[in-house]
């Protein structure tokens, strides 16, 4: 009875450090492919107008998942949206129009999930042990089963190596950057990007002074390899007053992270 109590408090031990700690940024080869002399869009119309129907813009933006999933018409056209996703082969496009599909892809794809399942709490709800919906293959694109975690560590991050992608794609939860209000395009990407850093730290879920202790979003902690020195690069995006003490703290960070369900 007691090797069985050890065995179970070994795999709950295992399975929690699983969900702490984030994937490794590892490419899948085969999506490392584009066409740069293309200058096809794609049209991300259709994902733009459930974020105009949904989507509420705050500092902290909020979806009305309850809403969307009322809504038998608009939940038709968000599923549409990701199917011509999945008929498109973006190796084809140049690697701009590649990372706005791949952005706007993973944030559709995760509504869609949280509408699937609403209402819940929180998107970890969605998975055994806490370990949420991001390893399920939810679809396909030329024939490979991808799932949200393959989207994010296995394409974006390896591909782009370009640490605002944390700031882009969403998990639906309060303690994340801002869902986009704008749908990514080649031509916007850029700017997106940059407004989304400058936004979440300065904002306290993404950076705070409490007291003496300064509190950081719990990504710097998961993904300080691709930010690598996390304390210049929360200055390169602060505003003056915030970057002026960023330069003069000399102690450690602390951790923080909301997985409350951004719902409205």
């Avoid at 700690?21 to 119309?45: D, E, T, Y």
């Avoid at 038998?72 to 498109?88: C, P, Q, V, W």
């Avoid at 591909?159 to 939860?173: E, G, K, P």
Wanted: glycine share 4%; net charge positive; hydrophobic share 40%.
């Amino acid at each position: 009875m007691m090797q069985l109590k050890y065995a179970v408090a070994i795999l709950l031990l295992t399975i929690v450090g699983s969900v702490n700690a984030a994937p490794q940024a590892r490419l899948m080869p085969f999506w490392n492919h584009s066409n740069g002399a293309n200058k096809v869009k794609i049209n991300h119309n259709a994902w733009q107008q459930i974020l105009n129907g949904y989507l509420i813009a705050s500092d902290i933006n909020r979806f009305n998942y309850a809403a969307l999933k009322a809504n038998k018409r608009n939940r038709n056209k968000l599923n549409a949206y990701i199917r011509s996703l999945e008929a498109i082969n973006p190796r084809r496009y140049s690697k701009k129009v590649q990372k706005a599909y791949w952005i706007n892809f993973y944030n559709a794809l995760t509504v869609k999930v949280v509408v699937d399942n609403y209402p819940i709490s929180s998107i970890k709800k969605i998975g055994w042990f806490g370990r949420g919906p991001w390893n399920n293959k939810y679809v396909t694109v030329l024939g490979k089963k991808l799932s949200l975690n393959n989207i994010e560590h296995n394409i974006l991050r390896p591909i782009w190596r370009d640490n605002r992608i944390h700031y882009a794609v969403n998990c639906a939860s309060l303690g994340c950057p801002n869902l986009a209000a704008t749908a990514y395009t080649s031509a916007n990407t850029e700017s997106l990007l940059n407004n989304a850093a400058i936004n979440y730290i300065n904002h306290t879920r993404g950076v705070q002074f409490k007291g003496r202790k300064l509190v950081i979003s719990r990504i710097y902690q998961w993904y300080q390899v691709d930010f690598r020195n996390v304390k210049q690069h929360l200055i390169k995006y602060a505003k003056p007053q915030l970057a002026k003490r960023l330069r003069n703290y000399r102690g450690s960070f602390n951790y923080d992270y909301n997985w409350t369900v951004n719902q409205l």
